[in-house]
């Protein structure tokens, strides 16, 4: 495997986490990728709001 071939691997690895499915109730939302970049979690907006109102 060239360095060529790793960095091509890492980028479809990449691209496949910007998938904008929430890691909680597995939804498809924009705000996904939002959340992703500020917060670094996985999850949609509502599911945000309910973990910030209900931390458990």
């Given at each position: 495997?060239?360095?060529?071939?790793?960095?091509k691997?890492?980028?479809?690895?990449?691209?496949?986490?910007?998938?904008?499915?929430?890691?909680?109730c597995?939804?498809?939302?924009e705000?996904?990728?939002?959340?992703?970049?500020?917060?670094?979690?996985?999850?949609?907006?509502?599911?945000?709001?309910?973990?910030?109102?209900?931390?458990?």
């Amino acid at each position: 495997m060239t360095e060529e071939d790793k960095i091509k691997d890492q980028y479809n690895t990449n691209i496949n986490e910007l998938n904008e499915i929430c890691d909680e109730c597995k939804k498809k939302d924009e705000s996904v990728t939002q959340n992703l970049i500020l917060t670094g979690f996985k999850i949609c907006k509502s599911c945000r709001v309910s973990k910030i109102i209900f931390p458990i």
